[in-house]
């Protein structure tokens, strides 16, 4: 999962660029990058760790340009060097610039091809510059003097097409326009907005609504699935839904992954999450524990706490206080790492926990690591009894689409029973929400679901899961 930003108008973008970065930065820590467009040539600066860190030292007029894409990276597969950092660019056809949110699950295929067939060198181990090289190549046998929009929707559906998995993609095509196009499963969000000024319209596309409210920009929709759209080089906007299958957005942007005040599909993030918490009555209940207060793990379980406090009308309260300083201990890249960050980042608070009956609740438990930590820190603390809920069911399969969970003896659920789980943390009940409760909640609304049920909407084979558990293991160990 990352986070891409593209904005196109008629003044200079840089700063709006990194500015934006800094309001998905949850997204990805792992690197950054920007790339404008301007004076015919394509201006770039990327590199390893948070927006701050890498343009702190940039002078921003070498950015200047009235056209960017901007990137945050939370390397799910491959490498976390600055050689994978995006944005990425090709120099022909026009000269092509591309960011992706997602993950392809056919690379290995893909990389073969291009480098066999189309005599393309695939350098990195990011899926973007797969993206990027199927873009390029097919658009490259067209009539590059005639080029015009029913070719670059032609070549949007053969990405489409021969590129497997979950992306959202935000391209400029030099001298031809400004393009964003999604899966035909539409699994990761895009969204775009715009602003009106003095000199024409700035559009803008990017991974969540949050970043509109920081720049100033009006929410206008999210793209759909298999949808592309284009803004031509006079600023006129065109769409079409291309190739397209049955939408599964992926639920687990409710669950944790986007801020809390960003909107997908008009569902704002907080609203779900206290609907989700409410949600976890009946299963609380139907466990017979009965806590004295309930906390939550923050940041992002804050609502699904508060929801659930809210139904069972018991005392919510924060029980554990957080160095806002320390990064998201989901996305570290391994187990000592998270395990680091989970004591540097929280700390029970032991007036409010001590000898009381908790509900801890979280957004899910996914390895275990973080959750047995939390346990074992209230206990510590004085806590009598320590009850784990978990907001969403049983992660007991890979995503395969850009989360880091992508190998299946890492995850806690798909090796243990309920009861072998609360053993494994220390805690006294292990509580979850069902898969059928939440797709209750999500009845009106298509999503992927495949973490939890194992139905991939895109469809796996054994070869694929093995070549992407292959992979991640590969990445763990650089």
Known sequence: MCGIL???????????????????????????????????R?????????????????????????????????????STEAIDAQPFAVNYPYGIA?????????????????????????????????????????????????????????????????VKGAYSCITYIKGKGFLAFTDPYGIRPL??????????TKYIFTSETAVFDYLGYDYVRDLEAGEAVFIDMDNKLHSRLL???????????????????????????????????????????????????????????????SGLAEAMDVPYRRGLAKNRFVGRSFITPNAELRKRVVRQKLNPIRDIIKDKKIAVVDDSIVRGTTSRHIVHMLKEYGAKEVYFTSASPPVKYPCIY???????????????TIDEIAESLGCEKVIYQTLEGLRELYKDLPICDACFSGEYPTGITKEILAEIESEKLKSDRV
Do not use: W
């Not at 108008?9 to 934006?20: K, Y």
């Open 98 to 162: 591309m960011v992706h949110n997602g993950n392809v699950i056919n690379f290995v295929k893909l990389r073969k091809v291009l480098n066999d067939v189309y005599h393309r060198m695939v350098e990195t181990s990011n899926d973007v510059e797969l993206l990027l090289y199927t873009f390029a190549t097919y658009l490259q046998e067209k009539n590059l003097s005639h080029i015009g929009i029913e070719d670059l929707y032609e070549t949007v559906e053969f990405v489409q097409q021969t």
């Open 402 to 416: 850009g989360i880091d969970m992508s190998v299946k003896k890492e995850l806690i659920a798909a090796n243990c």
């Open 42 to 78: 394509f201006r770039m600066h990327k590199g390893t760790g948070l927006v701050s860190q890498v343009f702190r030292k940039v002078d921003m007029s070498v950015l200047e340009g009235n056209i960017g894409l901007g990137h945050v990276r939370y390397a799910t597969i491959g």
């Open 243 to 305: 190739k397209r299958k049955k939408e599964a957005f992926c639920v687990f942007e409710y669950i944790y992954f986007a801020r809390e005040d960003s909107v997908f599909r008009q569902r704002l993030v907080a609203s779900e999450r206290v609907r989700m918490g409410k949600a976890l009555k009946e299963r609380v209940e139907e466990s017979g524990v009965k806590p004295d207060i309930i906390i939550d793990v923050p940041n992002s379980a804050y609502f699904f706490a």
């Open 191 to 200: 969204m775009m907005g715009r602003k009106i000024t003095d000199k024409g």
């Open 6 to 40: 593209g904005i196109c108008g008629f003044e200079d973008v840089s700063s709006e660029l990194v500015n934006g970065l800094i309001s998905i930065q949850h997204r990805g820590q792992d690197a950054a990058g920007v790339l404008t467009y301007s004076d015919g």
